[in-house]
């Protein structure tokens, strides 16, 4: 079973920018497709990014879209989300995920999350 562990969140201004990683062990990531969903306090879980297990499909929200920059190593079984324009609105705690089959776009593996707070 795959164990996910998010990194790199934390606290920035409006317009600044933030890397997160997520690391995967326990399973390769290879021929998985890998994606990046956020949960903001009083809302539902929403779908941030996604990228496909041949890497060459990239999938995101309209929220962040020219924004946000999903990225897979699977040598490193290491995938990444390059935020940069960050808004208020961005806040939330952001989470990897996996799915449970080859592939298959789905979310079925979750890490504990990371939280980015974006001041205004």
């Known amino acids: 079973q795959v164990q996910l562990v998010e990194s790199g969140g934390g606290l920035v201004q409006a317009g600044g920018s933030l890397r997160l990683s997520c690391a995967a062990s326990g399973r390769t990531l290879i021929n998985y497709a890998l994606g990046w969903l956020r949960q903001a306090p009083g809302k539902e879980r929403e779908f941030v990014a996604g990228i496909r297990w041949s890497g060459d499909s990239t999938y995101y929200a309209d929220a962040v879209k020219g924004r946000f920059t999903i990225v897979r190593d699977n040598a490193k079984n290491m995938m990444y989300l390059q935020m940069n324009s960050l808004k208020p609105e961005d806040t939330a705690v952001y989470y990897c995920?996996?799915?449970?089959?080859?592939?298959?776009?789905?979310?079925?593996?979750w890490g504990q999350g990371t939280q980015v707070t974006v001041s205004s």
């Open positions: 995920a996996t799915s449970g089959r080859v592939l298959t776009m789905s979310w079925d593996y």
